[in-house]
């Protein structure tokens, strides 16, 4: 089958035809549009400008993917598109436009989860899904520790009690004046500074599986204000945060791996786009001998193709398109 997938959620366009062949996916054409200039100096995305610069792109993104898997509207099988969780002005542009497309082209439309879009990414890296997959799941606004014993059957075992990995990441930004997003430019900064220079907090990293980052949030104001504010010190800052994070994060997961045993670990989301994490990550898997999934990076942070993919897993497992839907800014995964 052929699908189009449409991202549309937060701060990236983004367009992809992807096809599958007897349970493997190939990725035909695929377009991302980011706006990160668009909102860099605001320091975060601002919604408004955010769907106004998705209804400008959107439409250009789906004519130049399909032109060049040289492919016309009807011949496609579905239409993936993100139908929440995000921002809800951005959600409606996508949801809208695929549905107008859809009805042109006389092709059915299946609203996808934006997480579980995450999860089926190692899908595009040419990997078969083996249940039960446990997937670290790092994004903007989300961390979490999700088991999936099938398309649509997700168990969160454990998730942040306040902040997200990513909104720590982006705030240490702020904080150090880098701009967003957080997570590329802190981790360039990380390579030249000395983690061990500040000594940052680990909450909750030796309890439970949920995950808890507002304190850590604070004590890297609290450090940078005490701090000499100089080119050395940003760096030691933004190591010693990479570190602390990766640090939970990377304990967290093998704690979870005490409570399933899974066919597949997985890291997903923007935030396991970091080097540093997938590098601790496999060292873990490998002393715990777990088989370790990590998407390229480009299918770690918002694309389409993962959520064509997520679509073609829902699609081929059996799963109806619901009758009535809408774009839905607050989805529970589970
Ligand atoms: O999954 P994603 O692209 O968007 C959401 O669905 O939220 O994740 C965005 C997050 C941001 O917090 C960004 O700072 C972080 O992923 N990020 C990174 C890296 N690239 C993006 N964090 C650490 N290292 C990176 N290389
Ligand atoms: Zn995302």
């Known amino acids: 089958m052929i699908v189009l997938g449409v991202e549309t959620s937060c701060d990236e366009t983004a367009a992809a035809i992807v096809a599958e062949h007897e349970g493997k996916l190939r990725v035909l054409a695929e377009r991302v549009a980011s706006q990160v200039e668009l909102h860099a100096r605001f320091g975060g995305v601002v919604p408004e400008i955010a769907s106004r610069a998705h209804l400008e792109a959107l439409p250009h993104l789906v004519k ?3 032109d060049e898997a040289g492919i016309g509207g009807s011949e496609l099988d579905e239409i993936a598109v993100t139908q929440g969780p995000g921002l809800v002005g951005a959600l409606l542009v996508g949801t809208s436009f695929a549905r107008a497309f859809g009805a042109a082209a006389r092709v059915p439309v299946r609203p996808v989860h934006h997480l579980e879009a995450h999860l089926f990414a190692p899908l595009l890296a040419g990997k078969a899904i083996r249940y039960p997959m446990l997937t670290l799941l790092v994004s903007g606004g989300h961390t979490m520790l999700v088991v999936t014993h ?25 904080v150090l004046g880098l701009g967003y997003p957080g997570g590329p430019a802190i981790a360039r900064l990380a390579k030249e500074g000395d983690p061990a220079r500040f000594a940052l907090p680990r909450p909750m990293r030796d309890k439970g599986l949920d995950f808890s980052f507002s304190g850590l949030k604070t004590a890297i104001v609290h450090a940078w204000a005490a701090s000499a504010k100089d080119e050395q010190a ?7 945060v990479e570190a602390a994070l990766v640090d939970v994060l990377v304990a967290k ?33 490998q002393a715990k001998g777990v088989s370790l999934v990590l998407p390229p990076l480009r299918y770690c942070t918002d694309n389409a193709a993962m959520v064509a993919a997520a679509g073609i897993v829902r699609a081929r497992a059996g799963l109806a398109i619901p009758a009535d839907w809408d774009a839905a800014p607050r989805l529970a995964l589970a």
Not at 262 to 270: D, Q
């Open 64 to 66: 130049a993917v399909l």
């Open 150 to 174: 099938a398309p649509g059957e997700h168990e969160v075992l454990g998730q942040t009690l306040d902040d997200a990995a990513g909104e720590c990441l982006d705030k240490a930004a702020r």
């Open 234 to 240: 940003k760096k030691d800052l933004a190591a010693a």
């Open 253 to 285: 997961t093998m704690r979870a791996l005490e409570v399933v045993r899974p066919a597949m670990l997985v890291a997903a989301g923007g935030v396991a786009a970091n080097e540093r994490l997938r590098r601790a990550l496999a060292e873990a898997a």
